[in-house]
């Protein structure tokens, strides 16, 4: 496989541009995060109600600061240690380095309400084994819910089929260097990881942006299965 589309190429470069980030975050650089996804992701996870959350990818702990301010304890995990870092310096959770490779109810030793992935997903066998993992580490009834690329936004004038992306930080500022690639899943693929995972998918949620009249993300709202 070229290096150059992987999931350590995904680790590398975030690697290299934690701090930027933590940056952009703290002062509000990404417009469809401040105008739009934030918000939808929350408001999605406080309608469940939960008491406690796993954010899968958690950065620089955001997340779990918002929700901290609900009552809600969020347990975040991460790979790049300068994000984790951040986290716990601004506390609002409980942050550990922790890979996705690792993640095991073995390793997390708890179950949650809610586990969530907020444009987290990005690679390729690594998502692959958080979707394995999801039903080991969520209380009955628990539900897991990712926000992402919406499908269609994220073809772009490449065919309509799974496959590696090139990365870009357009619109980001020019501290960010060396752009991860991610891996592109059609809808029916998603659908799929889902059904094979003993997850049912009981909501897509679509973030429109009024201005512009296109979906700038999509949310996918999953239960353990009946049957599981």
């Not at 716990?88 to 890979?99: S, V």
């Not at 949620?205 to 999509?218: D, G, Q, Y």
């Amino acid at each position: 496989m070229d290096d150059n589309f992987s999931d350590k190429h995904i680790i590398n470069s975030w690697l290299q541009n934690a701090k930027p980030w933590v940056v952009a975050i703290r002062d509000n650089e990404i417009a469809s995060r401040t105008l739009l996804t934030n918000k939808a992701i929350t408001d999605t996870i406080l309608q469940k109600k939960p008491q406690t959350v796993l954010d899968i990818g958690c950065g620089e702990g955001w997340l779990a600061r918002k929700l901290s301010d609900s009552g809600i304890t969020t347990f975040g995990i991460d790979v790049v240690p300068d994000l984790v870092d951040e986290a716990n310096r601004l506390g609002g959770g409980i942050f550990k380095l922790i890979p996705y490779e690792q993640l095991s109810q073995r390793v997390i030793k708890q179950k949650f309400d809610v586990a969530v992935c907020n444009f987290s997903l990005l690679g390729n066998e690594s998502v692959n084994h958080v979707f394995n993992c999801i039903p080991h580490v969520l209380n009955e009834q628990g539900y897991f819910i990712i926000q992402t690329i919406h499908p269609i936004n994220g073809c772009g004038h490449v065919k309509y089929q799974d496959g590696w992306r090139k990365g870009t930080w357009a619109g980001f500022n020019q501290q960010f260097t060396n752009p991860p690639p991610w891996y592109f899943r059609t809808l029916e693929t998603w659908k799929a990881l889902f059904n094979l995972n003993k997850l049912e998918l009981i909501e897509i949620l679509e973030p429109v942006n009024s201005h512009i009249k296109e979906a700038v993300s999509i949310i996918f709202i999953s239960q353990l299965a009946a049957n599981k």
